[in-house]
């Protein structure tokens, strides 16, 4: 997979700046369903190489390199292509893309633990195990997310358009991504996790206010306070996903969690676009905010349905298994008692052999 993937992303980057726009149009379509895994293979490899107790921490800081390449990309991009050419920057890009998947190919990083290898080989789980109610939640959750963030970019470019004031554009996403790394390593700090359906709610709530902001000043203190809370709500849904999913189907559910962060990037600035022409720059952040909203009660509310977790491939065992619940949210499982066994006492000379019991 790793090569096939590599092979097409080299070739539609190479052929971008020879390619009519019709073409090109239609060659994104499979280049964007065959991009380097990259993402798939890195969440698997945290989930594999670090303990239920350290998860919260490599999770963060995963989503902190993302809030990374999300502030440092393009302005890299935008530089080089104003210094050389818009084709040499894409013929970058392909270099790069091949770099990377280069790069995982040496390190070769472990996608399950030998204990998972074993499991999973022995029994790969059906999906009514482990896709119920609780990673359904996650999913929806993901989604959510990732269509409130593009839906607030969207919102900043035409709140700042309207006043007049586009070129601040960076700054204010400069010091939202800068929030967002602050956010993502102080919790990673913390002793446990916090409820997904709460860290999303509480980004939607923290975005709706940005819609009063006429300047890019108040865009940037609005920013910040929202920001605090991106990476953070990022990391807890990957956590989550890992710790639901069984081992021999991690790959299968990281798989889902990406394609739901994809599709809410997808959707988000045109539903929140749509939202801007109805009604005022401003109106965007409200639609962004109440997107997130719905999706953290949603998903809330699908993780109450959630059973408890029976003991699959991937969730610790033992007689007081420390779980983390499809909010985040730690709980512990303990093994039931056993049975209570039926004991013939002792004759008695009153009244003589007891009956069957």
Avoid: N
């Amino acid at each position: 997979m790793l090569p096939a993937t590599a092979a097409v992303q080299v070739a539609f980057w190479l052929s971008v700046p020879i390619l009519p726009y019709g073409v090109l149009l239609g060659a994104a379509f499979p280049a964007g369903l065959l991009m380097v895994p990259v993402p798939l293979v890195t969440r698997q490899a945290i989930a594999a190489m670090t303990t239920a107790g350290q998860r919260q921490a490599a999770f963060a800081l995963e989503s902190v390199q993302g809030e990374l390449s999300y502030m440092l990309s393009p302005p890299i991009v935008i530089f080089c292509a104003a210094k050389t050419s818009p084709g040499a920057v894409a013929w970058g890009v392909g270099t790069a893309m091949l770099a990377g998947a280069v790069g995982i190919a040496l390190l070769d990083p472990p996608l399950r633990t030998e204990d998972e290898t074993a499991a999973a080989t022995a029994r790969r789980p059906p999906r009514r195990e482990w896709l119920g109610p609780g990673m359904i939640a996650m999913l929806v959750m993901a989604f959510g997310t990732t269509t409130l963030l593009s839906g607030t970019d969207l919102a900043i470019v035409a709140t700042l358009e309207d006043a007049g004031q586009v070129s601040r554009a960076a700054i204010v996403v400069a010091v939202y991504g800068v929030a967002s790394i602050v956010g993502g390593l102080v919790y990673g700090a913390l002793p446990r996790p916090m409820p997904t359906w709460l860290l999303l709610g509480l980004l939607g709530l923290a975005t709706v206010p940005a819609g009063l902001a006429h300047d890019w000043r108040w865009l940037c203190a609005a920013g910040a306070g929202a920001g605090l809370l991106a990476a953070p709500t990022l990391s807890t849904v990957a956590d989550a996903v890992s710790r639901l999913a069984p081992a021999g189907v991690r790959g299968e559910a990281t798989g889902l969690q990406s394609s739901a962060l994809s599709a809410g990037f997808a959707l988000g600035s045109p539903a929140v676009g749509t939202a801007i022409d109805a009604t005022a720059p401003g109106g965007g952040f409200a639609a962004a905010g109440l997107a997130g909203l719905a999706a953290a009660l949603a998903g809330g509310l699908l993780a109450r349905r959630s059973p408890a977790p029976r003991g699959p491939v991937g969730f610790p065992t033992g007689p007081a298994d420390a779980t983390i619940t499809a909010c985040g949210s730690s709980s512990t499982r303990r093994t039931p008692p056993p049975p209570l066994t039926r004991r013939r006492l002792p004759a008695s000379p009153q009244t003589g052999p007891p009956g069957p019991s």
